[in-house]
């Protein structure tokens, strides 16, 4: 199932260059106007990662570990260790 047309694919996917579906679990996460944000933690986790953390977290969690891991993504591009 496809997200109707007039909608823009998420962040992941616009950056991976494919088709965002229904079934994209980072769309809730890195909607379009997140770009900035996915580019951020894609560097530093990758997308594979990404994907794994929020697959395997209950519902409530994901959003709060998303925002933990832009948070860290960012503070690694002011101070890279």
């Known amino acids: 199932m496809q997200k109707p047309s007039g909608t823009a694919a998420c962040a992941s996917c616009k950056h991976q260059r494919k088709k965002c579906t229904d079934k994209c679990v980072l769309a809730p996460y890195f909607p379009a106007e997140k770009i900035r944000e996915f580019k951020a933690v894609h ?15 209950k519902e409530d969690d994901r959003r709060k570990a998303i925002e933990s891991l832009i948070w860290e993504a960012f503070c690694r591009q002011r101070d890279p260790v």
């Open 43 to 57: 560097k530093v986790f990758g997308v594979s990662n990404i994907t794994k953390i929020v697959k395997n977290l």
